[in-house]
């Protein structure tokens, strides 16, 4: 069983913050769930280094374009290494594994007659790098970013997206789960498909720092037909090996955020559709991590960056963080007062408590010792075990549909009826009128539970799950997705006598301030 998972490739214009880390977090997060799962999973990742704009932030920085986004690609591969992000392959648009399979694809598309020579006016948006009807225009400016436009006028090579058109109307009508969220689709439908495509501008003369076009060099490749090919140049595509290709090709999805939804959705598989290859089976568009002021944006000196947030907090809560505060299909919000909060309440109180209220209690009555599935097993006890089988299959669910922040919530339900469960069978009152073998299935109840959370967060929480399974001294063929099923497994055992704390509680004034010192 393969699956083959992307995350877009990033502009080196700039150093990473939050934002751009959630794609790939995302994306690292349902690989690492695929995987425990028994999927053979690839994850792609890589840059798109090709373009005006960042010809004119190496030449600001006094360096070539070539040497700009080498430094660029080692702090890339720096920062996921820090994130822990298990990637497969780490694909450039200036190698030449790359840069060969964008001229031929082009060549081909020329000889077929889908790529034909023109001439183009239109807005255009520098950053953005893209042309703009007037009537795209959102009060004259730009509608992807804001930003001033300009009229400008070129020759250019010109690709037939009304060939294609129907078919990839078909396709939608027939595949109704193609793009996600739905409302995203629908404005992908409604505003662009429907109305009639244009055909697309896909060459420019205006700078050169891109692949040229092997029969008119005066012309480079528009970045987006560059960029885009990266998912099937990386594995190998009308390369002598293939056998990536052949192996993963389709994608299973497409991980994008919603500013990138209209070249993935509607020119992406109208290219694939061109080159007589299969389409992608799923693109998912997420929303943006927005600040309390907006975007995030250096003017403003409110963009954060994942590297001091994971410093001072760790690797699992940072994840932790941008991910539940994602929603499925809306934007979600910064704040240092959120982060603060949800460190204290959600990792410190809720997890952090449970499993030290388990191992405390642990050693206070039995020594440390849990006893293999007791005797007296009472309502309270059935009623959790049933909330827990629940929890596991919601929580499937909505990582299959990577509803991960939702996949989240129900896991810290879980967390929050667990420690209710303790409320409500008061193992000190039991413990106080001798009931022993109620106390006993109470224990090995709450371990039990702890051992399912634990694999639950595993694939955004590695290192805090690590900790829960090694305190509690959970067997290895326990610890795996699989043995979510079985709920009376687990053997007698002894847990530590020396738990660590988790998540040490934050003093909230003060660390909100210390948030607010790392923005720029
Ligand atoms: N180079 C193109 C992608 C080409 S893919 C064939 C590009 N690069 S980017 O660096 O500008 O953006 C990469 C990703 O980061 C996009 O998915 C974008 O949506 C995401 N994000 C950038 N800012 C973001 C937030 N504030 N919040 C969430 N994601 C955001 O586009």
Redesign the pocket.
Known sequence: MKFYLT?????P?GK?????A??TTLADTIKKYKQARGYDAYLLTG??EHGQKIQKVAEKDGKTPQEHVDGMAEEAKKLWSLMEIDYDDFIRTTQERHTKVVEEIFDRLMEQGDIYLSEYEGWYCMPCETYFTETQLVDGKCPDCGREVKKMKEESYFFNMKKYADRLIKFYEENPNFILPESRKNELFNNFLKPGLEDLCVSRTSFDWGVKVRKNPKHVVY??LD??T??ISALGYLSEDDSLMQKYWPADVH??????IR??GIY?PIFLMALNLPLPKQIY??????MKDG??SKSKGNVIYPEPLIERYGLDAFKYFILRE?SYSQ??TFTPEGFVERYNFDLCNDLGNLLNRTIGMINKYFGGEVTRYPEAVSELDKELENFSNGTIHQVEEYLDTYHVSNAITETWNLISRTNKYIDETAPWVLFKEGKLEELKSVMYHLVENLRRIAILIAPYMKHTSQKILSELSIPKELQTWNSLESYNKIENLKVTDKPEVLFARLVQEQEIEVIKGMMK
């Open positions: 995350t877009p490739i990033y502009y214009s990473f913050h939050i934002g751009t959630y794609t840059m798109d970045v987006w960029a885009l990266n998912y991980f994008v955020g919603k500013d990138i070249f993935h992406w568009a997420h929303g943006f991590i927005m975007k995030m994602m934007d979600g």
